[in-house]
């Protein structure tokens, strides 16, 4: 089994690779740890526009993003999965989908952070993104209030 674990440096999806590490997967499954870095969000804020060099943002936002894929794919292999990682530059609603559909991934993992009404609207959500366009199936990880207490 292909499972793509989309991942960011959110608790989410903390959440998301102890959910996937926790569980027993079929005899040779591998487990792809996906980030997508976009600065576009970031970039775009005014504040950072007159202060902030792009390509520097880019390869912080990379830098962190990586640390936070060695540390998943290591819990992983813990576990006994084989794993390994890849970052794609984009918004990751569409690199998500896009790298399921190029890898011919069986399930993607997301986090959510389980957003609702205008802040969804405001911010957008790639887990609603995901599931609407993804090419397989979609498990959305979201730890219930009393779990995150």
């Not at 959110?10 to 997967?25: C, F, H, I, L, N």
């Not at 969000?41 to 390509?55: E, K, N, Q, R, Y």
Request: contains cysteine; proline residues 4%.
């Amino acid at each position: 089994m292909k499972i793509l674990l989309a991942i960011d440096d959110s608790q989410y999806s903390a959440d998301a690779v102890e959910e996937v590490a926790g569980r027993p997967w079929p005899a040779g499954s591998i487990v792809r740890v996906l980030s997508a870095v976009d600065v576009t969000p970031v970039a775009t804020d005014p504040s950072f526009i007159a202060s902030l060099d792009i390509d520097t943002l880019r390869n912080e936002i990379a830098r962190r993003y990586e640390e936070v894929m060695s540390r998943a794919v290591c819990l992983l292999r813990e576990k006994g999965l084989s794993a390994e990682m890849v970052a794609r530059d984009g918004d990751p609603r569409s690199v998500i989908v896009d790298e399921a559909k190029d890898w011919s991934a069986n399930l993607i993992v997301v986090g959510s952070h389980g957003y609702t009404g205008v802040k969804r609207w405001l911010l957008g959500s790639v887990a609603h993104s995901v599931v609407s366009h993804a090419p397989c199936s979609v498990e959305v990880v979201r730890k219930s209030m009393a779990e995150a207490a």
